[in-house]
């Protein structure tokens, strides 16, 4: 186990961004059906009242991608992580106005709550779509997909679980790449550790959408967990 392990990822920044006023209403009236504690242990068939696979989304924006592929997945049960208040009160919109069961959200950080709430084998996906890149150098010690970050959600993940990870910098998604290659119990999809094409049922989020206009490529990696 490396030594980080006991350092915290503070892979964000809070934003202090305004929220409408449909947000601000969402957040006050509509949060407490569908938020979840940070103290409790993480309890799927209490939670959710049924035994589906749980897919986890850490840091969902705005929650439009999230929203997507939960209307497209019924059957699964999705837990969206996300610190920023505007974009929990948009996800928490779309979840009204589409009338969405299978989603559930920790306003919190991610990282934290996987490592306090979540036990071993309790999770069969993992969507984490633009991470923050945090471009330099300095700040690459911020950056959510590391080794401690793979150390600590390890055995969290059921056998077989999904982990997919798109970005749109090049630098980062190398960085992933050789992260993944030092844990032999993630197997790539793609031979050669490489890039998988972004699947169809994967819309393209709003943040990658403001790449494409800077001309930047997507990077999509889909690794599964053979532990044994
Ligand atoms: C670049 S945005 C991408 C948002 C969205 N996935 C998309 O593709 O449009 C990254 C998001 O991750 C969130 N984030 C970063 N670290 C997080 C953490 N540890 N827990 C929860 N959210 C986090 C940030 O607040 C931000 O909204």
């Known amino acids: 186990m490396s030594e980080n392990i006991q350092r915290k990822i503070r892979s964000f920044v809070m934003r202090t961004s305004k929220m409408t006023p449909g947000q601000k209403r969402a957040i006050e009236e509509i949060l407490p059906q569908f938020a979840l504690d940070e103290q409790q242990k993480f309890d799927a068939k209490k939670i959710f009242g049924n035994s589906n696979p749980v897919c986890l989304d850490i840091g969902f924006g705005n929650g439009e991608s999230l929203v997507h592929i939960a209307q497209m997945q019924p ?14 009160g948009h996800l928490l919109l779309q979840i009204e106005k589409y009338n969405i069961k299978n989603i559930r959200i920790y306003q919190y950080d991610g990282t934290e709550v996987l490592k306090d709430c979540f036990g071993d084998d309790s999770i069969d996906a993992m969507h984490i779509y633009f991470p923050d890149p945090w471009h330099k150098k300095r700040h690459h010690k911020r950056r959510l997909i590391q080794d401690a970050f793979l150390e600590m959600v390890m055995p969290k993940l059921k056998e077989q679980a999904r982990m ?31 890039f998988t094409a972004k699947p169809e049922w994967r ?12 001309g930047h490529d997507s990077y999509d990696l889909v690794y599964y967990l053979n532990k044994t």
Do not use: C
């Open 203 to 214: 819309p393209i989020t709003k943040f990658e959408r403001r790449g494409i206009n800077l």
């Open 75 to 88: 059957d699964v049960n999705f837990v969206g992580m996300e610190v920023h208040t505007p974009g929990v």
């Open 164 to 194: 997919h990870i798109a970005t749109d910098w090049q630098q980062y998604a190398e960085h992933i790449q050789e992260v993944f290659s030092r844990f032999l119990q993630f197997k790539n999809i793609e031979a050669g550790n490489n």
